[in-house]
């Protein structure tokens, strides 16, 4: 790798064998070298989990100019620690990468979101983070139509950087063409009916976790889940910050 440009480090949540990921790295490889460490399988679901208790290790995927592709057997959050530490050492990345996702990752579901995990590890490590998703569940699903938009965020960021302790979750919608892009709140949302009982027949019960999403607010224009029901992409502006400061104030008689 050449040491004059930028490093992006990519990861995700889905394996580093998944479409989403591999169609990342070929929309970007250009603009910086490539560092990418992510799960063997999927790990949907994990967040910002880590491995407190689990042996971890490293595989060399694959290795060509510009781009190298490592896999762990950790959560995302372990991908990215593991590569900061021994993948990259002396050599910090501009730019942290999450996705492509299969599957959106908007309102509520950027608090579970593996790739979201990535994104919010890079932007507590001070490093610009992006995570990408779209809409699509499906394996073979088509991400030609984020290329443009990638590149531009992917470019701008590169240049520009992003406000300290800010990442960005942009997520797009399942179409050949979107109408623009749109910087939104996130939808209030809650999911419903998450856990289905089974009875097995040797007498024992399980659950299978699964449930239905509502959005609360169908109407509100502002959203995240209203863009992507109306063809933009939207962008979602993620805070490292957690502090409820109004909060502060109207707790301070707690402490006699």
Same mark, same amino acid.
């Given at each position: 790798?050449?040491?004059?440009?930028?490093?992006?480090?990519?990861?995700? &949540?889905?394996?580093?064998? +998944?479409?989403?990921?591999?169609?990342?790295?070929?929309?970007? #490889?250009?603009? /910086?070298? @490539? =560092?990418?460490?992510?799960?063997?399988?999927?790990?949907?679901?994990?967040?910002?989990?880590?491995?407190?208790?689990?042996?971890?290790?490293?595989?060399?995927?694959?290795?060509?100019?510009?781009?190298?592709?490592?896999?762990?057997?950790?959560?995302?959050?372990?991908?990215?620690?593991?590569?900061?530490?021994?993948?990259?050492?002396?050599?910090?990345?501009?730019?942290?990468?999450?996705?492509?996702?299969?599957?959106?990752?908007?309102?509520?579901?950027?608090?579970?979101?593996?790739?979201?995990?990535?994104?919010?590890?890079?932007?507590?490590?001070?490093?610009?983070?992006?995570?990408?998703?779209?809409? &699509?569940?499906?394996?073979? +699903?088509?991400?030609?139509?984020?290329?443009?938009?990638?590149? #531009?965020?992917? /470019?701008? @960021? =590169?240049?520009?950087?992003?406000?300290?302790?800010?990442?960005?979750?942009?997520?797009?919608?399942?179409?050949?063409?979107?109408?623009?892009?749109?910087?939104?709140?996130?939808?209030?949302?809650?999911?419903?009916?998450?856990?289905?009982?089974?009875?097995?027949?040797?007498?024992?019960?399980?659950?299978?976790?699964?449930?239905?999403?509502?959005?609360?607010?169908?109407?509100?224009?502002?959203?995240?889940?209203?863009?992507?029901?109306?063809?933009?992409?939207?962008?979602?502006?993620?805070?490292?910050?957690?502090?409820?400061?109004?909060?502060?104030?109207?707790?301070?008689?707690?402490?006699?």
């Amino acid at each position: 790798m050449d040491k004059r440009k930028p490093l992006i480090l990519i990861s995700n &949540d889905d394996g580093y064998a +998944a479409k989403g990921i591999n169609s990342l790295v070929a929309m970007v #490889r250009d603009l /910086a070298d @490539v =560092l990418v460490c992510a799960p063997d399988s999927a790990r949907s679901g994990y967040s910002c989990a880590f491995s407190a208790t689990l042996p971890l290790t490293l595989h060399q995927q694959h290795q060509e100019e510009g781009v190298e592709i490592w896999s762990c057997n950790g959560t995302p959050v372990d991908c990215v620690k593991l590569a900061m530490a021994e993948l990259c050492p002396d050599r910090r990345p501009a730019l942290v990468l999450g996705g492509i996702n299969h599957g959106d990752n908007a309102s509520v579901n950027s608090h579970y979101s593996g790739t979201m995990g990535v994104v919010r590890e890079g932007c507590m490590k001070s490093i610009p983070s992006v995570a990408f998703s779209l809409c &699509d569940h499906r394996d073979d +699903a088509d991400f030609e139509p984020l290329r443009p938009y990638v590149r #531009r965020m992917v /470019a701008r @960021v =590169l240049t520009e950087g992003l406000p300290e302790g800010v990442c960005l979750n942009v997520n797009f919608p399942k179409l050949p063409s979107f109408r623009g892009v749109k910087v939104c709140r996130m939808t209030k949302g809650i999911w419903y009916n998450e856990v289905e009982k089974c009875h097995h027949p040797r007498n024992y019960d399980y659950w299978w976790m699964v449930g239905h999403y509502a959005n609360l607010e169908p109407e509100s224009d502002d959203t995240d889940e209203w863009a992507l029901d109306h063809g933009y992409v939207a962008i979602f502006l993620f805070f490292k910050q957690k502090t409820a400061y109004d909060m502060l104030d109207r707790m301070s008689n707690w402490t006699e």
